[in-house]
């Protein structure tokens, strides 16, 4: 007898004890949270709910629960973890403006096996001392050098738009692959001076990237997988990480041969390419990598070169999906709405008149109605639909007290659509950005790119490329979309998940 009660005394240990501990938090946690409006019910939340839409119903389904709580707040259970949904510009600019709550909350962590500590996942002491040391690299005067880049991977866009509707004429083509595949080309040469040649042929590397994305875009919306342990067992985690590593491999070689070629202190000394891939090339145009080194030799406290090469591939992240699908939806809204598109193409005659010389800095500042359709298209459809924080300390909103740890999304795809914010939200309607339309308008109300001190530190970088690529494409073709409706996920990234067809008329 006496072994059989220390067999379940044991059990009565390991097992219930958790459970009654795990069950005394849970009651602490409503408690705390019982003034605050909730969606989902104990014990499961919204798990069941939500597992049987499809990822354009998810979207759907969070954007009604804005139309049902309309004090801009609501709580919304997955099992016992809870997520506090802010979507009010008055309630982002409490938690955005904090200097204090800056740590991401998940899914983010789901990134650091790819991402490591980049400045995307950092966050305390070392988020304020990297952020301090890559500021430098986003200085308008760079953005020269870029744009050079940009408009190069451009021309190699209309060459290969062209190439197509030779193929088929008269016939809508699929547009998002071309302009992921040009982005990706930016962004490598931007980011690594690495010209891949994306978009001429597919190389490991972009299929590489493409293939990683997916699987963290699949793994996002099923909860069961965010155990690392887990994941990591099944094949699509095995294959997950067997690409991260080929991504890591690539990118410390840049890293490696780019030190070599400025110890050298030869321009013209080129490291030996063991991969026909890559074309490093010489440092006459100083990528994102250049500038980081550049930055990191006068630091006190420098990168390693683990840490280096998380900054560079979280540039990689930010800077490729996101950028690729901003252009992609504001050609659809174009092409949808033909009326707008003709004042585009006036502004362009404006500027431009009969001139195919490239579009430089100076006269792309001067497309004044570009501009408010790219902000308009990315309100109805920003690239990053929500961001979270993990509370580093309590936050009193009102007569709400946010507890420390917590999780709050802040829903930036919904402060968009907000109808108590935007009146008929889901117009497109780029006058909303003329200035008399936004001087009394909060402005946390249009947060594409974040706000406060975890802005996105590429906002300049990315409207730039965004601007260049519309103006190379609208400076030749007339665009209409095939579809009215296209659905899109919301995962990490605004994307489509069905085929963007386009119609292009040559303007000449």
């Not at 400025?262 to 074309?279: I, P």
């Not at 006459?284 to 390693?304: C, H, R, S, W």
């Not at 965004?466 to 095939?482: D, G, N």
Request: glycine letters at 4%; aromatic letters at 10%; hydrophobic letters at 40%.
């Amino acid at each position: 007898m006496d072994f059989i009660s220390l067999i379940l005394c044991t059990l009565f240990v390991i097992l219930i004890i958790p459970v009654i501990i795990l069950t005394y938090h849970q009651y602490i946690l409503r408690r705390k949270l019982k003034n605050i409006p909730q969606y989902g019910r104990f014990p499961f939340g919204v798990v069941f709910e939500v597992m049987k839409l499809t990822n354009y119903e998810l979207v759907q389904w969070y954007l009604q629960r804005a139309v049902q709580f309309k004090e801009g707040i609501f709580i919304h259970w997955v099992t016992i973890f809870p997520f506090i949904n802010l979507y009010k510009p008055e309630l982002l600019e409490i938690i955005m403006t904090s200097t204090v709550n800056i740590e991401k909350g998940h899914p983010y962590q789901l990134l650091e096996s790819w991402l490591g500590k980049g400045l995307l996942t950092s966050t305390g002491k070392q988020w304020f001392h990297d952020r301090k040391l890559i500021g430098p690299t986003f200085h308008f005067s760079i953005l020269d050098q870029f744009a050079v880049v940009m408009y190069e991977k451009a021309k190699i866009l209309i060459k290969c738009l062209e190439k197509e509707i030779a193929k088929n004429p008269g016939m809508a083509i699929n547009i998002y692959p071309f302009i992921n595949n040009a982005a990706l080309d930016v962004i490598c040469e931007t980011a690594m001076g690495v010209n891949i040649h994306a978009q001429e042929d597919e190389t490991k590397y972009t299929a590489v990237i493409h293939r990683v994305s997916k699987l963290v875009a699949k793994r996002l919306i099923e909860p069961w997988l965010w155990p690392d342990w887990l994941y990591n067992l099944i094949s699509e985690g095995i294959e997950y990480k067997s690409m991260v590593n080929k991504l890591h491999k690539f990118t410390r070689e840049i890293i490696h041969k780019k030190k070599i070629i400025r110890q050298s202190q030869n321009d013209s000394t080129k490291a030996e390419n063991e991969n026909d891939e890559l074309d490093i090339g010489k440092l006459e145009k100083k990528a994102f990598l250049d500038l980081l080194l550049d930055q990191n030799e006068k630091d006190e406290i420098p990168l390693t070169d683990d840490e280096l090469r998380a900054q560079v591939d979280t540039f990689m992240f930010e800077g490729h999906d996101t950028t690729a699908v901003a252009i992609t939806w504001a050609l659809f809204l174009l092409g949808n709405n033909l009326e707008h598109q003709n004042k585009v193409h006036e502004e362009l005659k404006e500027v431009f008149k009969d001139s195919e010389t490239p579009a430089n800095i100076k006269e792309l500042s001067q497309l004044k109605y570009l501009d408010r359709v790219i902000k308009e298209a990315l309100r109805l459809f920003p690239s990053v639909p929500a961001i979270t924080r993990k509370l580093s300390e309590d936050v009193k909103i009102g007569d709400y007290t946010f507890p420390k740890g917590i999780t709050v999304v802040l829903a930036i795809a919904t402060v968009h659509r907000n109808p108590e914010v935007w009146s008929d939200p889901l117009k497109f309607d780029p006058d909303r950005f003329l200035p008399e339309n936004s001087k009394h308008r909060n402005p946390y109300a249009y947060i594409p790119f974040s706000a406060g001190p975890r802005n996105c530190i590429g906002q300049k970088f990315a409207l730039l490329e965004e601007k260049m690529m519309l103006t190379a494409i609208l400076r030749k073709w007339r665009v209409e979309s095939v579809k009215e409706l296209i659905e899109f996920e919301a995962t990490l990234i605004l994307r489509p998940t069905e085929k963007i067809f386009i119609h292009f008329t040559p303007k000449k």
